[in-house]
């Protein structure tokens, strides 16, 4: 088949990869344009752009996917099939271009979780098991009819990171195995039940902020949700703490609500029901640190608060 793949972000590059190396013919790879990234601003190509020259493969970089010459020039293609993983929203002029039509990889069990952010919203929720679903696309965001699905157990301590690699992994399995059911004709799709429908928006800053009323659980999983991007973040002495890495543990429930407490190279805060221990973490203007070297180069009296 003539397979138009579509990505930006590094969760995308075992999909393209994996393609790549189906034997199918990938007539071009479109992803976004270089962007400046990082304090110095310094102008970044995209990871699938990286990895779609590595491989040989023929890269477009768009800004509007309603461009004319854009539209014309994917017509030109003629592709048979377009796979989608962690791009854009596409206008009806693009996905209806294919003669076998568009599809996209999610990495949701749809209908939970339809948006931008599914893996750290998951995690957020205290969800102990997501996965991945590639379904066909349609005008409304993520709420096609659904090719397939893979199923993954998240850890206790699992980051949105780690949960990312494990489930582009599997994601690549089932792009794989959704072309293959396309191009033999056995595709059998599967309505979702809009009411049982989640949703998982683009994060924003507000949302990464500690409230240290809540519980331990509640924090812990906004934490390993939120790294390491963008990262949970309170504030320490009117400086922004972001915090990467707790672990829930028993004990220091008499600890009040951001109160902090160093033990043997160990830190811990006071949330609404009982203590939480930190165990990396990074001082605004300084680098990421581990709980042990935190403690030993901070001044923390007893009393110490984190919060506004």
């Not at 013919?25 to 990895?51: C, H, Y």
């Not at 893979?150 to 399995?173: H, M, N, P, Y």
């Not at 809540?214 to 999983?221: D, G, L, R, V």
Request: with cysteine; proline share 5%.
């Amino acid at each position: 088949m003539r397979i138009v793949f579509m990505g930006t972000p590094e969760f995308a590059v075992a999909s393209l990869k994996a393609v790549a190396n189906s034997g199918h013919e990938v007539v071009s790879v479109v992803t976004n344009i270089d962007e400046p990234q990082g304090r110095g601003l310094k102008v970044v190509a995209p990871p699938i752009k990286t990895m779609a020259l590595s491989l040989g493969l023929p890269v477009i970089q768009v800004s509007s996917l309603r461009d004319p010459d854009f539209l014309d020039s994917l017509r030109r293609l003629v592709p048979d099939l377009i796979v989608v993983v962690a791009f854009r929203i596409l206008p009806d002029e693009v996905f209806t271009i294919p003669k076998f039509g568009t599809f996209n990889l999610h990495a949701s069990l749809l209908p939970l979780y339809r948006g931008a952010a599914p893996i750290n919203w998951a995690i957020i929720k205290g969800e102990k098991e997501t996965g991945v679903t590639t379904f066909i696309l349609d005008e409304k965001v993520d709420t096609g009819k659904v090719i397939m699905q893979k199923r993954l157990l998240i850890g206790g301590d699992e980051t949105a990171g780690e949960l990312s690699g494990r489930l582009s992994v599997v994601g690549a399995e089932a792009v794989i195995e959704t072309i293959e059911l396309i191009r033999s004709g056995r595709v059998v799709l599967m309505d979702q039940d809009n009411a049982r429908a989640t949703k998982a928006p683009k994060i924003k800053r507000e949302d990464c902020v500690i409230v240290w009323s809540k519980s331990a659980s509640e924090n812990h999983n906004m934490i390993r949700g939120f790294s390491p991007e963008p990262g949970a973040f309170t504030f320490l002495n009117g400086r922004i703490l972001k915090i990467f890495g707790s672990r829930l543990t028993d004990g220091h429930e008499g600890l009040r609500d951001g109160e902090i407490v160093a033990e043997g190279g160990q830190l811990f805060v006071g949330c609404g029901d009982r203590g939480l221990e930190i165990t990396e973490l990074q001082m605004e203007g300084k680098r990421r640190l581990s709980a042990g070297e935190f403690v030993r180069g901070a001044r923390l009296p007893r009393g110490t608060k984190l919060g506004a």
